[in-house]
T-cell receptor, first 111, second 116 residues
Framework: GEDVEQSLFLSVREGDSSVINCTYT??????LYWYKQEPGAGLQLLTYIFSNMDMKQDQRLTVLLNKKDKHLSLRIADTQTGDSAIYFCAEREPNTDKLIFGTGTRLQVFP | DAGITQSPRHKVTETGTPVTLRCHQT?????MYWYRQDPGHGLRLIHY???????DKGEVSDGYSVSRSKTEDFLLTLESATSSQTSVYFC???????????????FGQGTRLTVV
């Protein structure tokens, strides 16, 4: 199947760290992505990681990749109210170049 | 911002009528995708294209057809719209995979389609 799974909701206090988790299906996927969607808008790429990496850090964002468990996570440090959005993980299938997205995690940041 | 536009942005149509959504890009990217977004389902791939006249089905292709006669345009057609096709439709484009770049997908702003 082509299931990329995420939990649907996450609620955090402003200033805390957020961790959004994702499990993907194809262990041979070469690229894994995190996208952010704000209300009424399309998706914007936050970051991506190549499959030969375990971790990638970009300012407040840290991506961890566990290929053995096919698990991807996105950590947002010092979460702000502007981070409230839906976050999607996605994998790029190596043989077809299909982009398969997860169900999305709605992050709510409260003061 | 990547040059990708969807049209129309909003449409209301009656059950049984044909509908065509257009995705236009100015980036000369090889790959183009159509997704639908529904609550609780995230983005589901309808069809995608890996070149002119080269298309393949995604996971929810029933009731949809696509055409790509030139690089810049990818059309999604609902031959006979049904209420279950009420959704927000997103087009995306992507270049060829590279070692460390040119792989991200750029998204259009979406088309909200209501079938009554």
């Amino acid at each position: 199947g082509e299931d990329v799974e995420q939990s649907l909701f996450l609620s955090v206090r402003e200033g805390d760290s957020s961790v959004i988790n994702c499990t993907y299906t194809d262990s041979s996927s070469t690229y894994l992505y995190w996208y952010k969607q704000e209300p009424g808008a399309g998706l914007q790429l936050l970051t991506y990681i190549f499959s030969n990496m375990d971790m990638k850090q970009d300012q407040r964002l840290t991506v961890l990749l566990n290929k053995k468990d096919k698990h991807l996570s996105l950590r947002i440090a010092d979460t702000q109210t502007g981070d409230s959005a839906i976050y999607f993980c996605a994998e790029r299938e190596p043989n077809t170049d299909k982009l398969i997205f997860g169900t999305g995690t709605r992050l709510q940041v409260f003061p | 911002d990547a040059g990708i536009t969807q049209s129309p942005r909003h449409k209301v149509t009656e059950t049984g009528t044909p509908v065509t959504l257009r995705c236009h890009q100015t980036e000369n990217h090889r790959y183009m995708y159509w997704y639908r977004q529904d609550p609780g389902h995230g983005l589901r791939l309808i069809h995608y294209s890996y070149g002119v006249k080269d298309t393949d089905k995604g996971e929810v292709s029933d009731g949809y057809s696509v055409s790509r006669s030139k690089t810049e345009d990818f059309l999604l057609t609902l031959e006979s719209a049904t209420s279950s096709q009420t959704s927000v439709y997103f087009c995306a484009i992507s270049g060829d995979r590279g070692m460390d770049g040119d792989t991200e997908a750029f998204f259009g702003q979406g088309t909200r389609l209501t079938v009554v």
